[in-house]
C-alpha cells in the first residue's frame, strides 16, 4: 500500500484545475494520556466532489503552504473558495486565491444561529431557576422545539413552544434569539442576488441594538464580518457540502482502520479511498 498508493495519489493527471475549492477540518487522531485531540485539514474539489489532498493541523500553514505548491496557474483557475466560518481558512483563501469568491457554508451560518439560542437559553435558565435545566422546567422542556425549523411546527408544536417560552422566559431573551434564528435561516429562503446583501446587513445592525440579547449581539457580529461571504451563496449556490462528504468518507477509513497514529499511512488510506485515483495506473507507475 505505501509503495502503489503514494505513487498514484501523487500522480500529476490525478486531479486538473479545479474551479470550486474547499477547506475543512476533521479529526486525526486523540493520543496521550489526555486524550490530545490532533486534525487535519481536508482540501477538496467542491464542483467533482473529489478529495485533492489532505495535510496535519487545522490552522493556515498547512493547507496555505499546499496550495502555494500548486503553481500560479493553478491558482488562477479557482473562481470560488467555499468554508465554514473558521478565520484561518478564511485567511488563508484572502492571501493565496485573493481574486476568488468567498461562499460561506449556509449549514454552518444556521447552525451558528442555534446554537446562539441554546447559549441563551441556557443562560436564561440558570439566571431564573438557579439550576441547569431539569426535565420539569419550562426551557429545558422546549429545547427540542426551539431548534426545529418554524414551518416544521404544526399548530399543536406552536402553541406548546410559546406557552413553555411564556413560563420560563420572563424577560423574552430566548423568545428574541428563537427569532434571531428564525429570521437567518429566512437569508436562504431566496435567490435574490441583489437582496441578499441588503438583508444580510439590516439584520446584523438589528441584531447588535445594545437592548439585544447577547447572544444575539455575538450573532449579529458574526453576521457583520462575513456578510459577503453569505451573501455569496446567492450568487454561486455552491456550499461546503462536498467538503463535509469528503471529511465522513476519510471518517469511514478511520473506523475500518480503528484508528491512525501515524499520519502518513493516514493520508494514503483517505486519497485512496475518497481521492478518485486511476487505479488501472497500478502497473505503470513506480513504486515508491
Not at 185 to 208: K, S, T
Not at 261 to 267: G, L
Amino acid at each position: 500500500m505505501l509503495a502503489y498508493g503514494a505513487a498514484l495519489i501523487d500522480h500529476p493527471d490525478r486531479f486538473g484545475e479545479v474551479w470550486a475549492l474547499g477547506l475543512d477540518e476533521v479529526l486525526f487522531v486523540r493520543e496521550g494520556p489526555y486524550r490530545r485531540q490532533h486534525f487535519s485539514t481536508s482540501i477538496v474539489d467542491v464542483g467533482r466532489g473529489q478529495l485533492l489532498d489532505v495535510v496535519p493541523g487545522r490552522r493556515g500553514a498547512e493547507p496555505k503552504a499546499w496550495l502555494q505548491h500548486q503553481g500560479t496557474k493553478w491558482l488562477g483557475a479557482v473562481g470560488v473558495a467555499t468554508l465554514d466560518l473558521a478565520g484561518s481558512y478564511r485567511a488563508v483563501f484572502d492571501e493565496v486565491v485573493p481574486g476568488a469568491t468567498q461562499v460561506a457554508d449556509p449549514f454552518h451560518v444556521v447552525k451558528l444561529a442555534n446554537e446562539k439560542l441554546d447559549e441563551c437559553r441556557r443562560r436564561v435558565q440558570n439566571e431564573t431557576f438557579g439550576h441547569r435545566g431539569r426535565k420539569s422546567d419550562p426551557l429545558y422542556r422546549c429545547r427540542r422545539l426551539l431548534t426545529m425549523a418554524d414551518e416544521r411546527l404544526e399548530d399543536h408544536g406552536r402553541t406548546k413552544l410559546l406557552g413553555l417560552l411564556h413560563a420560563g422566559d420572563p424577560k423574552g431573551e430566548v423568545a428574541t434569539a428563537w427569532h434571531a434564528k428564525e429570521a437567518v435561516r429566512e437569508l436562504y429562503g431566496h435567490n435574490d442576488a441583489e437582496l441578499a446583501l441588503q438583508f444580510v446587513d439590516r439584520l446584523a445592525d438589528d441584531m447588535v441594538d445594545p437592548l439585544q440579547p447577547v447572544e444575539v449581539r455575538s450573532l449579529g457580529r458574526t453576521l457583520m464580518r462575513w456578510r459577503l461571504q453569505i451573501a455569496a451563496w446567492h450568487t454561486f449556490h455552491v456550499s461546503n457540502g462536498p467538503t463535509e462528504a469528503a471529511n465522513n468518507l476519510i471518517k469511514r477509513v478511520k473506523r475500518a482502520a480503528f484508528g491512525f497514529t501515524n499520519f502518513a499511512n493516514y493520508r494514503i488510506r483517505s486519497l485512496l479511498y475518497a481521492g478518485k485515483s486511476d487505479w488501472s495506473l497500478i502497473g505503470v507507475v513506480t513504486p515508491r
